[in-house]
Structure formats: structure tokens, C-alpha cells
């Protein structure tokens, strides 16, 4: 069994995907979540997910 969370994870993914959308709901499909965090940049796209244990990482959709 698990422990519970106790602290901030100090390490943050941040992973470059090809569609924004269907790695979204890739991630929430195997059990993360959005957290509903958006940045939308000149250069691409970064949305901040949750996986089932509450640590967030990104997800990033450069624009070619």
C-alpha cells in the first residue's frame, strides 16, 4: 500500500507531445487530470496535468 503525500515532489516532468488534446486525454484516461492550467505561447502550448498522486508535470505541444 502507498504512503500518503507528505511534501512537495521536487522533480517536474515537462513532455513534448505531437497533439495536445489526445495526450490530454491519454493522461486522464489512465487516471491523472488536468489541473486547468493553460499557457498558450507564440512557440506552442503547455498544460499542466496531474498524475494519480497529485504530482504535476506538463505537457508540450510546440507549433512547427
Known amino acids: 500500500m502507498s ?3 507528505t511534501g ?3 522533480i517536474h516532468l515537462d513532455i ?3 497533439q495536445i488534446d489526445e495526450a ?5 484516461d ?5 489541473t486547468g492550467e ?7 502550448v503547455v498544460v499542466v496535468m496531474a498524475d494519480p ?3 504535476e508535470f506538463c505537457l508540450v ?3 512547427r
Open 3 to 5: 504512503e500518503a503525500r
Open 8 to 10: 512537495k515532489v521536487r
Open 16 to 18: 513534448t507531445v505531437y
Open 24 to 28: 490530454m486525454t491519454l493522461v486522464v
Open 30 to 34: 489512465l487516471g491523472g487530470r488536468f
Open 38 to 44: 493553460r499557457h498558450d505561447y507564440d512557440e506552442g
Open 53 to 55: 498522486e497529485d504530482h
Open 61 to 63: 505541444h510546440y507549433h
